[in-house]
T-cell receptor, first 112, second 116 residues
């Protein structure tokens, strides 16, 4: 079946270092969404990418959608302790508007 | 309301009992989604509604799981004859326009279910 995969599963960085997580889908996606879940919290929407090759920035976060619309990445520049959490990508299941398939997430820890 | 609310926040039950989990979406939101999230995993889709109509229930694991949203607002996820493998965090989300695969989903705090 359709799958969304993320690597790495865990990433430990020193505060100030950069961080990147990668997302790959087994199928072409109409769009991809990114969510952040803080420890003990619930997923919070960050952004949606729709166009092939799209790049969007939110302060220190840069999101990219691949040309083939099958992969995406999230890059954080100069991480801060507030960036700690698990980052999930999610894409819609083909044929179902509301069925989002989430990756397993990348858990980021930041050492001050 | 200000956000998605779920109740109870924690539920401990014995194997074989039925449980009902409630979700109150953001006021006016068309779509409501149920997910199950195991520790260290991403949310796993269960089912979703547009208004009161169940649009996709392909993620429900088996026929012990059912969901309803009779008036297009509050929803209940029911698990009958619970088993230990049902233990997980059950999350509800809602979105505004009925195209949840293309729009922001707002998640609730979840119900932590433990089946003994």
């Amino acid at each position: 079946g359709q799958q969304v995969m993320q690597i790495p599963q865990y990433q430990h960085v020193q505060e100030g270092e950069d961080f990147t997580t990668y997302c790959n889908s087994s199928t072409t996606l109409s769009n991809i969404q990114w969510y952040k879940q803080r420890p003990g919290g619930h997923p919070v929407f960050l952004i949606q990418l729709v166009k092939s090759g799209e790049v969007k920035k939110q302060k220190r976060l840069t999101f990219q959608f691949g040309e083939a619309k099958k992969n995406s990445s999230l890059h954080i520049t100069a991480t801060q302790t507030t960036d700690v959490g698990t980052y999930f990508c999610a894409g819609p299941k083909g044929g179902s508007q509301g069925n989002l398939i989430f990756g397993k997430g990348t858990k980021l820890s930041v050492k001050p | 309301g200000a956000g998605v609310s779920q109740s109870p926040r924690y539920k401990v039950t014995k194997r074989g009992q039925d449980v009902a989990l409630r979700c109150d979406p953001i006021s006016g939101h068309v779509s409501l989604y149920w997910y199950r999230q195991a520790l260290g995993q991403g949310p796993e889709f269960l089912t979703y509604f547009n208004y009161e109509a169940q649009q996709d229930k392909s993620g429900l694991p088996n026929d012990r799981f059912s969901a309803e949203r009779p008036e297009g607002s509050i929803s209940t996820l029911t698990i009958q004859r619970t088993e230990q493998r049902d233990s997980a965090m059950y999350r509800c989300a809602s979105s505004g326009w009925g195209t949840g695969g293309k729009e922001t989903q707002y998640f609730g705090p979840g119900t932590r279910l433990l089946v003994l």
